[in-house]
């Protein structure tokens, strides 16, 4: 199986979680992916912080994880956002974006925040804090 790390994941593993760190380890560094939209919010969270301070750990993901384009999963992300929509539900498009990668890519999503994403269809979801 392979896992889709979410933005959040990245950023326990980096304050020291260590379920986090171990269950990366278990499954293996190249079974673990991020999408794109993961590695922009880190840098966002560098650059709102100290950038000097968190760019080894930006290029640690970059270089130790599969960094996945969303450019593949454009149309299913309008697809799940249309659909939610219609149904009176909305989430943040980076979320959206995260799960239609792991989706169109059939990788499972690794996250804290499972009650943003449990109610995508289709989407197979696990937090490895609980």
Request: charged content about 25%.
């Amino acid at each position: 199986m392979k896992y889709l790390l979410d933005t959040n994941v990245i950023v326990a593993m980096f304050r020291g979680r260590q379920v986090i760190r171990d269950a990366i380890l278990k499954v293996g560094f190249e079974n673990c992916a991020v999408s794109e939209i993961s590695v922009a919010e880190l840098y966002v969270g560098a650059f709102k912080t100290n950038y000097d301070a968190h760019v080894h750990e930006i290029q640690f993901v970059i270089e130790h994880f599969s960094v996945v384009p969303i450019s593949g999963a454009i149309e299913k992300y309008a697809d799940i956002r249309a659909e939610l929509e219609a149904s009176g539900n909305r989430l943040d498009s980076f979320d959206l974006l995260i799960a239609a990668t792991a989706i169109t890519q059939g990788l499972t999503l690794v996250t804290h925040n499972t009650k943003h994403f449990e109610r995508i269809p289709r989407l197979t979801v696990r937090d490895w804090e609980r």
